[in-house]
């Protein structure tokens, strides 16, 4: 306390003994973290602020919905409330309709992703170590990039028809295009530095490819895939739209044209939820694969 | 030009360099340059950056290729970059063994690990390395393949200076066991007389002095002999000021 009085003193020319630090300078302390060691109230007050994690947010719109439904402040014919939706959903189940058009949406989006991934990682590959590769594939790549997935619909269905082929091509186009994109520049992002250093090793070129690129253009690829399961969604709800008579999309076509509002939210919800699965999956590949990097962990 | 057009090699060991020329643009970095290393021998070529000396040590990793003149090298050489060039994604020991193909390798590579103090580390990851580990890491993926010729890129520049000095007696302490030519190059006039055999000093893209060195090791730590070397490298680089 004789500190403070000290330093309120303009007598700064008189020796000051190195205890007496003027109080008025703001000083940083830091001691050790014991948040970790208070574990039972720590812990609690963690799982109190975020309980679902990332799903806490919607947990928690969820919620309100539920209660301005309830209120009836939203209207049933506006958006039912999520209990609604989820009895509707059991009840579309057990009448044997909500399966099977989940199933052959799920069937398209397979089909359409593994033709849409083929096709991108082929030529990404190709672009990404081959010059002549890159000639042939990006200046299509970066047109089709540009084409919305939305506008090509009619025409495809003037190329291919109104039945499967056309709701698969469209998927895939949706998949394969970022999917091209993301792995072309993750390849020809890969460090030259570590190439050349390969190369100085003694490894040939197959270990150059296995060991360096391909590794290295990883994390890049990754960012293709979570591109390509987004859109290939996208694009399973457009197609679906056109002449189906099964699917997903032709539910929530056919409850709109009755006004049952609670079965497109049937549809819509059964749609994200395949969006967040899309993402958790990319998310555990991206811990199993990527574990070697050093990232940047948030606080 | 010159009209040196044979391929056939004219020494069976070491380095020959004869009036090598490199230009970047309008600049000559290397002008008809001169340099050879005998076998078992540790060059080191000592100069300010932007001098020529990375240049060359790329030249002679084969890296780059001259505008005129001849360099003949080894086939079987190595590199040790001044990043340690670690491959993230692999652990150390898949590091060590890059540029393996013998069904050995891995015992070869851990043997290489053990030669540099890393035992034990193989299952590593690279972000897991301190910076000394991680360049000790690429020496030994540089002497895992037992080269003839060792070139060495500033690799202990970005080094604290104690780490840097344990590098210098694990160097010392592995030219006992790998018999290959070296060649060092260094903007650290210390480091040179510690290691150095003969001592470059490059200037205006050729080979100013040189200084043969054979001093003991305790000699090259502290000494009269050490510190008129001393001056006389720092004369040489243009620092005459000191003395």
Known sequence: MSDIS???????????????TPASRPRDVFLPDDSRRRSLFGTLRGRLRWPLGVYTTPGLILIVWEILAQAGVLKPTYAPAPTDILSTTVELWRDGVLGPDLAISLQRAGIGLAIGFAVGIVAGVLGGFLRTGEYVFNGVAQILNTVPLLAVLPLFVVWFGIDELTKVLLIAFGAGVPMYLNLFAAIRGVDQRLIEMARTTGAGSWRVVTRVLLPG????????LRFSLAYSILGLVAA????ADEGLGFLITQAQTYLQTNKVFVGLVIYSILGLVADQFVRTLERVLLRWRPSYEAV | MTATADAT????????????????????????????????ELVVLLGPSGCGKSTLLRLLAGLDKPDGGRIEVPANRAIVFQGDRLLAWQRVLRNVTLGLHEPDADERARKALAEVNLAGRERAWPK???GGEAQRVALARALVSEPELVLLDEPFAALDAITRLRMHDLVRELRRKHHASMLLVTHDVDEAIALADRILVMSNGRIGDAHTVQ??????????????????????????SQH
């Open chain 2, 9 to 40: 090699p004219r020494a069976q060991t070491g380095v020959l360099v004869a009036q090598v020329i490199r230009r970047f643009g309008d600049r000559a970095v290397l002008d008809h340059l001169d340099l050879t290393i005998d076998d078992d």
């Open chain 1, 6 to 20: 000290l330093a309120a003193k303009p007598a700064v020319l008189t020796f000051v003994p190195v205890t007496a």
């Open chain 1, 240 to 243: 679906e739209t056109v002449n």
């Open chain 2, 128 to 130: 897991q390395l301190s």
């Open chain 2, 215 to 240: 001093l003991s090791p305790a000699e090259r730590e502290a000494s009269v002999a050490r510190e008129r070397l001393r001056a006389a490298l720092l004369a040489g680089l243009g620092l005459a």
């Open chain 1, 217 to 224: 253009a990883l994390p890049g690829f990754l960012v293709g």
